[in-house]
């Protein structure tokens, strides 16, 4: 189209310098001849704009650019064929300026102006998402140096879990609403692990730090590593004595891997097993080896716990 284009200026050229040193044809014939020439001249550029163009009020524009353009030099070739048979040179003069003014209609009509608009319309609206981001970033920081600040040391100062866990909930959906937290999708990993830590904190009023790297469809597979990383959680937050537990969530090309970890009481893996290390058995361990997974559990009195979890086969 582009080469259509430039060989259309190189053919309007020539005809100028036919029109200036060459005896002029009849009537018809120059008028066909420049119809061509002409249409080949602003034919591709507008085409190549339409075809850019999205839906809307540019593409409108467009159209009405071509409608009129079309309207002009048909207006014009009738007056000059059948209103202006006499004298031979104001039919021709008709004929060739109807011709050149469609062909510049539609160089400024269906090329230029839808252009120029969707340019200004898309300048407008950058500099309207530009100064949402400065006012959305303003309230953040007021927020956070007030409000966050304010419900972090109610959960630290408050002794009644209900007031904790109010302030937790409040604080992961203000901090979600501020920093623009995409829709949660109920298929990602990621995002069933963020689930995950939120019922925990919502049931036992702890706070979990959930860092997650990578993500990938949740399937029966990744789902038994949630569920584990959910007991974890629910272990700790029972039995670790402590007010903050980690999660760390990676997903890579060949494997899933979850790391749960907590400074609190801890316990010693070697001792006979009573019903909370049957939990453990059954709710993380053999979960995750039911799906070729491992998981291992490192701990000692008074040093807290990490319970490691890996998926092999699964990638991003």
């Known amino acids: 189209m582009v080469l259509l284009g430039c060989l259309g200026a190189a053919g309007l050229c020539w005809l100028l310098w036919l ?36 839906e809307g009020e540019a593409r409108s524009l467009h159209r009405r650019g071509v409608l009129v353009a079309s309207w002009t030099a048909g207006v014009g070739l009738w007056a000059a064929l059948v209103v202006c048979r006499w004298p031979t040179g104001l039919s021709r003069a008709v004929a060739s300026m109807s011709v050149l003014a469609a062909g510049a209609v539609v160089l400024v009509g269906a090329v230029a102006l839808p252009w120029l608009f969707l340019t200004t319309r898309t300048l407008a609206r950058e500099r309207a998402a530009r100064v949402r981001a400065e006012h959305r970033a303003e309230v953040a920081a007021h927020l956070h140096d007030s409000v966050l600040q304010a419900l972090t040391l109610i959960q630290k100062r408050s002794a009644q879990p209900d007031v904790r866990r109010l302030a937790r909930g409040t604080e992961r959906d203000l901090r979600a609403w501020l920093y623009g937290a995409p829709p949660a999708d109920p298929d990602d990993f990621a995002t069933a692990v963020s689930a995950a830590a939120a019922a925990v904190e919502d049931r036992f009023a702890v706070t979990v730090e959930v860092v997650a790297v990578g993500t990938c469809r949740l399937d029966e597979r990744t789902a038994a590593v949630v569920g584990a990383v959910r007991e974890a959680l629910a272990n700790a937050a029972r039995h670790a004595d402590v007010r903050n537990v980690s999660v760390f969530a990676e997903v890579t090309d060949s494997d899933v891997f979850a790391l749960v970890r907590d400074r609190g009481r801890g316990f010693d893996p070697a001792a006979s097993p009573g019903a909370d290390r049957r939990g453990i058995r059954d709710s993380i361990e053999l979960r995750v080896r039911q799906h070729g997974g491992t998981a291992v559990i490192r701990s000692a009195p008074g040093e807290g716990t990490e319970v490691e979890l890996r998926l092999t086969g699964v990638g991003a």
Do not use: E, F, I, N
Request: charged fraction near 5%.
């Open 19 to 54: 029109m200036a040193t060459t005896p002029s044809p009849s009537l018809p014939v120059q008028a066909l001849v420049m119809l061509v020439v002409v249409g080949l001249a602003v034919g591709p550029w507008a085409v190549l704009v339409s075809l850019r163009l999205p």
